[in-house]
């Protein structure tokens, strides 16, 4: 069965660092597009970050130089390191897979993991 389960979230404080994994079971994580996603409290979900099957990384503005999505395909993992946390950093991060994308920016997310809270505070 296809399951994704995150770890590594936790309580950091602004301009800290923390590292979220996503490990998959029932496919390879260079066989789909690989997600994170983030649900801050009171708002929709937000795309953070994309790993294509080549290895390509994407991110939104807003982590630019602070994120990067990585995967180790020996240890079959996803990781998004976090630098320079901020308190607006502070959601519910999601990792998720999918097809591969028909248009640019057009993201189908197949399957979701749990999620792993990150709050950033003082």
């Known amino acids: 069965q296809v399951q994704l389960v995150e770890s590594g979230g936790g309580l950091v404080q602004p301009g800290g660092s923390l590292r979220l994994s996503c490990v998959p079971s029932?496919?390879?994580?260079?066989?789909?597009?690989m997600y994170w996603v983030r649900q801050a409290p009171g708002k929709g979900l937000e795309w953070v970050s994309s790993?294509?099957?080549?290895?390509?990384?994407y991110y939104t503005e807003s982590v630019k130089g602070r994120f990067t999505i990585f995967r180790d395909t020996a240890k079959n993992t996803i990781y998004l390191q976090m630098n320079s946390l901020t308190p607006e950093d502070t959601a519910v991060y999601y990792c998720?897979?999918?097809?591969?994308?028909?248009?640019?920016?057009?993201?189908?997310?197949?399957?979701w993991g749990q999620g792993t809270q990150v709050t950033v505070s003082s």
């Open positions: 998720a897979a999918g097809r591969t994308p028909m248009r640019p920016g057009v993201y189908e997310y197949n399957y």
């Open positions: 029932g496919f390879h994580v260079s066989s789909w597009w």
């Open positions: 790993i294509n099957l080549g290895g390509t990384s």
